[in-house]
């Protein structure tokens, strides 16, 4: 499985972005598509996720009701809709993907194995 993360770039506080994750060779339906972050100085950590059969979700209990994930099964994309952003939602963001894992497990990098390259997010005030 390769990802090709995309759509990052730089905004004002307030603003939004939506990136996308473009997935291609074998993917599966037990298959889960998770977002990180890593700010500088920080450790990564986990924005949202999605499972690619039925679309059960999860969010970082600070990021919910701003971030938004979606997936587009047709294209192998997974989306991450990005409102009302924040100086502090700065850093690189990654897409992941991981298989056959439980819910409780989504939001640990641990549990991911194929992982994109990154793309830069920076918000300004």
């Known amino acids: 499985v390769q990802l090709q993360a995309s759509g990052g770039g730089s905004v004002q506080a307030g603003g939004s972005l939506r990136l996308s994750c473009a997935a291609s060779?074998?993917?599966?339906?037990?298959?889960?598509m998770g977002w990180f972050r890593q700010a500088p100085g920080r450790e990564r950590e986990s924005v949202a996720a999605?499972?690619?059969?039925?679309?059960?979700?999860y969010y970082a209990d600070s990021l919910k009701g701003r971030f938004t994930i979606s997936k587009d099964i047709a294209k192998k994309t997974v989306y991450l809709q990005m409102n009302s952003l924040k100086p502090e939602d700065t850093a690189v963001y990654y897409c992941?993907?991981?298989?056959?894992?439980?819910?409780?497990?989504?939001?640990?990098?641990?549990?991911?194995?194929?992982w994109g390259q990154g793309t830069q997010v920076t918000v300004s005030s």
């Open positions: 992941a993907a991981a298989s056959r894992i439980i819910y409780s497990n989504f939001g640990l990098p641990s549990s991911y194995y194929y």
């Open positions: 060779g074998r993917t599966f339906s037990d298959y889960v």
């Open positions: 999605i499972r690619w059969s039925g679309g059960t979700t």
